[in-house]
T-cell receptor
Framework: DGGITQSPKYLFRKEGQNVTLSCEQN?????MYWYRQDPGQGLRLIYY???????QKGDIAEGYSVSREKKESFPLTVTSAQKNPTAFYLC?????????????FGAGTRLSVL | KNEVEQSPQNLTAQEGEFITINCSYS?????LHWLQQHPGGGIVSLFM???GKKKHGRLIATINIQEKHSSLHITASHPRDSAVYIC????????????FGTGTRLTIIP
């Protein structure tokens, strides 16, 4: 079945460590997104990519990095510069070109700091 | 003030009750989405609206563009409807970015 796969489901980070969250989609979507969700707050956009080999910062990009080397993959690295990484991270994708094209979401990765 | 406000934040109701969740926004939009987030965290899209009303099963979504307001209604609510319902707007600036409300946590008691 087509969809978005995020892994791992749970991730623990030690102080000073970089960790990478995986996001893979087989929907042939051009655009991919990373969001962060904190309790009591709406989803906030970290990075997005409209096309392979191109990506833009979202509203809270500091302390994060991404790559888009393949259409189906958009990994997110949480660097040691991100001082408050504990959150729920959601990846999404959509077909570009029409406002009717909805975003499809993965099941999320919950990141905690040890 | 957030660009997208939802009310109520939490809602508990008895099975069978008619449910209304509201969303107000302050920016120009090209579309509004209603999303459902289950306890495990996964999110599914329920509706995308740019005008009028849409119905899918027991769910009805309406939007009033002039008043910058949308409602999500659930008829004959059931415990399996318990979830967080999120409103998100797509701005009309052409950047295809969504702005999300903080969500309404709905609990339906059997």
């Amino acid at each position: 079945d087509g969809g978005i796969t995020q892994s791992p489901k749970y991730l623990f980070r030690k102080e000073g460590q970089n960790v990478t969250l995986s996001c893979e989609q087989n929907l042939n979507h051009d655009a991919m997104y990373w969001y962060r969700q904190d309790p009591g707050q709406g989803l906030r956009l970290i990075y997005y990519s409209q096309i392979v080999n191109d990506f833009q910062k979202g509203d809270i990009a500091e302390g994060y990095s991404v790559s888009r080397e393949k259409k189906e993959s958009f990994p997110l690295t949480v660097t040691s510069a991100q001082k408050n990484p504990t959150a729920f991270y959601l990846c999404a994708s959509r077909r570009r070109g029409a406002i009717q094209n909805i975003q499809y979401f993965g099941a999320g990765t919950r990141l905690s700091v040890l | 003030k957030n660009e997208v406000e939802q009310s109520p934040q939490n809602l508990t109701a008895q099975e069978g009750e008619f449910i209304t969740i509201n969303c107000s926004y302050s920016v120009g939009i090209s579309a509004l989405h209603w999303l459902q987030q289950h306890p495990g965290g996964g999110i599914v899209s329920l509706f995308m609206l740019s005008s009028g009303k849409k119905k899918h099963g027991r769910l009805i979504a309406t939007i009033n563009i002039q008043e910058k307001h949308s409602s999500l209604h659930i008829t004959a609510s059931h415990p399996r409807d318990s979830a967080v319902y999120i409103c998100a707007v797509l701005s009309n600036f052409g950047n295809e970015k969504l702005t999300f409300g903080t969500g309404t946590r709905l609990t339906i008691i059997p």
